[in-house]
């Protein structure tokens, strides 16, 4: 029912442009009004102690501390000829080291440990034959130093394999020497 009255249908306003640079002047505003009203304390927030424990300096020992459970710092200053193998030499010494042997030793030593591994190859020299003389006339402790320690070009290998294990691959390298002399 109209009862006589015309509606006067208004037309939507006009629509307001903003140029470019007032749009980019609203989102930077934004930007910064954000933390803000948000209650972002960044600065206090980077503060915390918690959030910067990286720069906390470590005490440093003094020039005469000697480790008394082991450590390389006792490897490193004792006689290499003079270290005794603590595991017996048996199948299951052996055995462990064989196993340590191909999972750290074989990519440049080889499967049949005569240095003409996948890595060896591109070294010059090669790596050594561990069942060859070179190898075999060196004392237990002489391989065991230079496996943890490293010697030329082959890499210290104390803090990636364990000191039983590396006693266990001297273990296994003496199989070597049994098998090629047999």
């Known amino acids: 029912m109209n009862f006589g009255l015309t509606e006067k249908i208004h037309p939507s306003p006009p629509r307001v442009r903003r140029s470019k640079g007032q749009l980019i002047f609203v989102l930077i505003a934004l930007g910064f009004l954000l933390p803000v009203v948000s209650g972002c304390d960044y600065g206090r927030m980077y503060d915390q102690e918690d959030i910067k424990t990286y720069g906390a ?3 440093e020992m003094p020039q005469e501390t000697i ?4 450590g390389i710092q006792i490897l490193k200053t004792s006689d ?7 595991l017996t030499y048996g199948k299951k010494s052996v055995d462990r080291g064989n196993k340590t042997y191909f999972f ?3 990519q440049c030593h080889g499967p ?3 240095g ?3 890595v060896g190859q591109s070294f010059a020299p090669l790596p050594a034959n561990l069942a060859g003389q070179v190898v075999q006339g060196q004392s237990d402790g002489e391989l065991f130093y230079k ?3 490293g010697y030329r070009r082959h890499p210290p290998l104390a803090t990636t394999i364990s000191e039983e294990d590396r006693w266990a691959v001297v273990n296994y390298l003496r199989s070597l020497g049994k098998k090629s002399a047999g």
């Open 147 to 149: 496996i943890s320690l």
């Open 57 to 59: 300096q470590i005490p």
């Open 112 to 114: 049949n440990a005569d």
């Open 116 to 118: 003409n591994g996948t």
């Open 67 to 70: 480790p008394i459970g082991g």
């Open 80 to 86: 290499s000829k003079n270290l005794k193998n603590p």
């Open 104 to 106: 750290f030793c074989v």
